[in-house]
């Protein structure tokens, strides 16, 4: 599976928080600052070996901007994860990794049921 979004905010009345200068103090709002926002978003899931059809490789990558308030930002994700059908409930077992923009990126491990 595979696919994109794209999309664009017309009007909006949503304040937008801004970091203080250097990260010190208190931060201020932008109002209406989601005016002309954009973004676009490509996602995709697929079973790399036909052997082991509930073993599953994901990924999405995102970035969003506004040119009138010169912001921009991005964020990613990859997976890798197995289901475990044959079990009660069905478990899933995932490993994940994600970044945003500003953040540092870090390693996740999930256990579903």
Do not use: C, H
């Not at 203080?20 to 490509?42: C, E, K, Q, V, Y």
């Not at 308030?69 to 069905?90: C, E, N, Q, S, V």
Request: cysteine-free; charged content about 15%; overall charge neutral.
């Amino acid at each position: 599976m595979l696919g994109v979004a794209y999309g664009r905010a017309l009007g909006s009345e949503a304040p937008y928080p801004q970091a203080a200068p250097g990260g010190i103090g208190i931060p201020t709002s932008l109002l209406n600052a989601r005016d002309d926002l954009n973004f676009i978003n490509a996602y995709g899931r697929w079973s790399p070996l036909s052997d082991l059809p509930d073993l599953r490789v994901a990924g999405d990558v995102a970035y969003q901007w506004n040119t009138r308030i010169d912001m921009r930002t991005y964020a990613g994700r990859a997976a890798i994860g197995y289901a475990f059908k044959a079990l009660p409930f069905a478990p899933t077992l995932t490993y994940n990794w994600q970044t945003f923009s500003g953040d540092i990126p870090f390693p996740s491990f999930r256990f579903n049921i």
